[in-house]
Every structure is written in structure tokens, then in C-alpha cells.
T-cell receptor
Framework: NAGVTQTPKFQVLKTGQSMTLQCAQD?????MYWYRQDPGMGLRLIYY???????DKGEVPNGYNVSRLNKREFSLRLESAAPSQTSVYFC???????????FGEGSRLTVL | GIQVEQSPPDLILQEGANSTLRCNFS?????LQWFHQNPWGQLINLFY???GTKQNGRLSATTVATERYSLLYISSSQTTDSGVYFC???????????FGGGTRLMVKP
């Protein structure tokens, strides 16, 4: 049982490049989330999907787009990367919207 | 939005010592979780505890929802307990889990 799987684990981009972070969960959870963690800080919510077919903005959505591809998969896209988006990105899922969150291992992104 | 404050911000322990970490929050919550972020950056679920008391081995947690705080107890600490401990909460009107600033724990052998 893999839980929440994110790819890639590491990525280096140049300013202006685009990329997509992939996330898949095998726990049959309804809700999925994308967070970012900057050095020495807690996590901040970028976007979430309370259920399949819905997505909503979180605390820091600017510069990102998301797609809830199906119940298992939730992707995060950076259309034109900026150095301010250098961070560690975590995907998470929960059975219900108010339920316990389970996190993936994180994806470390550096934008030069 | 809901405010979450953790204390202490930093803690250094000798192996075998006990400790208590505190999380204060500013509103009623329907979700409270404690996480351990290990030195490799992984976020490990410790407790899902919007109210009441739970224990798991050397760790236990208590949330007093009416007084808006939660405590994480670590007994007989080990070097593998080192890392950052986060409390995260969601209030009834919220759409996100809001994280506290964390407590950075170092356990020395």
C-alpha cells in the first residue's frame, strides 16, 4: 500500500519554464490537496479538491493551476515558473473533507 | 482565519528525558492533527485528535477543545524523535488545515 505518491521528487527549472507535479493516492480518498513548504515554515495550502470533479483555491494559489484527473490523481501545474516558487511541494489526501490528512513524501522544486 | 501557535519553538533534550509540546488555537476546530517532520523532510502522522486523549507507544496527545489547546507528550525521548513537530487545525468554517510554526526538537545521545 503506497499511500500518496508524488513525482518527480526533485526538479530544477529555469525562470519561465513550465512543469507539472503529479500526485496519486491508492486509499480511495475523496479529497486531495497541494501544499507548499518554504524553509523553516509550516505548510500553506495552494489548491484543494474536496471531491472528484471539484477544485478550489487555497491560501496561496497565484501562479498555479490544478487538475483532478480522476478520484486517484491530482496534478499541480506551474505555467511560468518564478524563483519565488522555489519550495517543497506536498500532496495530501483524506477520506472526507474534514478528515485526517495523509501526506506524500514531497517534491523539491528549485527555480533558477 | 484561525491562528495556531506552538510552543516552545525550539527544544533540546537529553536522550531519555520527557517533554510536552503545546498547541494553542483561536477558534473551535473539527480537525486537529500532530505531525512529525523527520530530518529527511517526511511528514509522519502522529495523531488525529480534534478532542480527547490518545496514546501510541511513547507518545500521547490530549486536546481540550473547549479551552482551545492541545498537548503532545513525548516520554523517554530517543534520538530518532528529533525533527520538527507540527500541529495543524481546521475550524468549522475553514477550507484548509492551518499549520502552526512548529517545535524543533533535538534529542542528544
Amino acid at each position: 500500500n503506497a499511500g500518496v505518491t508524488q513525482t518527480p521528487k526533485f526538479q530544477v527549472l529555469k525562470t519561465g519554464q513550465s512543469m507539472t507535479l503529479q500526485c496519486a493516492q491508492d486509499m480511495n480518498h475523496n479529497s486531495m490537496y497541494w501544499y507548499r513548504q518554504d524553509p523553516g515554515m509550516g505548510l500553506r495550502l495552494i489548491y484543494y479538491s474536496a471531491s472528484e470533479g471539484t477544485t478550489d483555491k487555497g491560501e496561496v494559489p497565484n501562479g498555479y493551476n490544478v487538475s483532478r484527473l480522476n478520484k486517484r490523481e491530482f496534478s499541480l501545474r506551474l505555467e511560468s515558473a518564478a524563483p519565488s516558487q522555489t519550495s517543497v511541494y506536498f500532496c495530501a489526501s483524506s477520506q472526507r473533507f474534514t478528515g485526517e490528512l495523509f501526506f506524500g513524501e514531497g517534491s523539491r522544486l528549485t527555480v533558477l | 482565519g484561525i491562528q495556531v501557535e506552538q510552543s516552545p519553538p525550539d527544544l533540546i533534550l537529553q536522550e531519555g528525558a520527557n517533554s510536552t509540546l503545546r498547541c494553542n488555537f483561536s477558534d473551535s476546530v473539527n480537525n486537529l492533527q500532530w505531525f512529525h517532520q523527520n530530518p529527511w523532510g517526511q511528514l509522519i502522522n502522529l495523531f488525529y485528535i480534534p478532542s480527547g486523549t490518545k496514546q501510541n507507544g511513547r507518545l500521547s496527545a490530549t486536546t481540550v477543545a473547549t479551552e482551545r489547546y492541545s498537548l503532545l507528550y513525548i516520554s523517554s525521548s530517543q534520538t530518532t524523535d528529533s525533527g520538527v513537530y507540527f500541529c495543524a487545525v481546521r475550524n468549522n468554517a475553514g477550507n484548509m488545515l492551518t499549520f502552526g510554526g512548529g517545535t524543533r526538537l533535538m534529542v542528544k545521545p
